[in-house]
T-cell receptor, first 113, second 113 residues
C-alpha cells in the first residue's frame, strides 16, 4: 500500500457518459497529480493541484476537469466519454513539488464501450 | 510532449546478469527520477538524482547523470526475476511557469529465471 488511494479500481461505462475518479493523497502530501496512461501515448500528465489550487496543466482535454478539496482529496471528472478515453488513470502525490519523488496510487482502469 | 526517452524499449536478460537502461532528455533539468511499474500497477519511485550529482546508489541500483550529454543510466546489478517490470525516467519540466514531471515511454525489462 503506497498511501495513495484511488477509487474505483475499475470502471466500465458507455460513450457519452460522465465519470468521477477519486484520489486520496498520502498523509501530509499537499500536491496531487493526475496522469493518463495508454498504450500508444504512454504516461501523459494531465493536471496538478497544490493545497487546493491548480498549479500546472498538461494535456488535459476540455471534457475533463479536476479539483482538490479542503481535505486534500482530489477528483477527476471525465465527461462526454469517447472510446479513446479508455486508459489507466493514475493519481500521485508529493510533499510539494517535483523536487521530491511522487507516490503513485494503483490507478483506475477506465474502459469506455 | 516527451521530455525523456528510454533506450532500449525492451530488454531481456538472465537472472544474475546486470541490466542497463538509458534515458536521454532535451531541456535543462533540476532533477531526474527513475520509476518502476509492474504490469498494470502504479509506478514506484526508485531514485532521484539532482542536476549537480553525477552518481547515486540505492541497494542494487546505480544511477548516473551526465548533464552535458543530457543523459542518464540506470544499472540494476545481479538481477532477479522480481525485477521484471517497466522502468521509466522522469524529468521536471518548468515551462511557462508550470511545474510537472514528464515521463518517457519506458524500458520493458524481462528477467528470465
Amino acid at each position: 500500500d503506497s498511501g495513495v488511494t484511488q477509487t474505483p479500481k475499475h470502471l466500465i461505462t458507455a460513450t457519452g457518459q460522465r465519470v468521477t475518479l477519486r484520489c486520496s493523497p498520502r498523509s501530509g502530501d499537499l500536491s496531487v497529480y493526475w496522469y493518463q496512461q495508454s498504450l500508444d501515448q504512454g504516461l501523459q500528465f494531465l493536471i496538478q493541484y497544490y493545497n487546493g489550487e491548480e498549479r500546472a496543466k498538461g494535456n488535459i482535454l476540455e471534457r475533463f476537469s479536476a479539483q482538490q478539496f479542503p481535505d486534500l482529496h482530489s477528483e477527476l471528472n471525465l465527461s462526454s466519454l469517447e472510446l479513446g478515453d479508455s486508459a489507466l488513470y493514475f493519481c500521485a502525490s508529493s510533499p510539494n513539488t517535483y523536487r521530491h519523488g511522487y507516490t503513485f496510487g494503483s490507478g483506475t482502469r477506465l474502459t469506455v464501450v | 510532449s516527451q521530455q525523456g526517452e528510454e533506450d532500449p524499449q525492451a530488454l531481456s536478460i538472465q537472472e544474475g546478469e546486470n541490466a542497463t537502461m538509458n534515458c536521454s532528455y532535451k531541456t535543462s533539468i533540476n532533477n531526474l527520477q527513475w520509476y518502476r511499474q509492474n504490469s498494470g500497477r502504479g509506478l514506484v519511485h526508485l531514485i532521484l538524482i539532482r542536476s549537480n550529482e553525477r552518481e547515486k546508489h540505492s541497494g542494487r541500483l546505480r544511477v548516473t547523470l551526465d548533464t552535458s550529454k543530457k543523459s542518464s543510466s540506470l544499472l540494476i546489478t545481479a538481477s532477479r526475476a522480481a525485477d521484471t517490470a517497466s522502468y521509466f525516467c522522469a524529468t521536471d519540466a518548468t515551462q511557462g511557469g508550470s511545474e510537472k514531471l514528464v515521463f518517457g515511454k519506458g524500458t520493458k525489462l524481462t528477467v528470465n529465471p
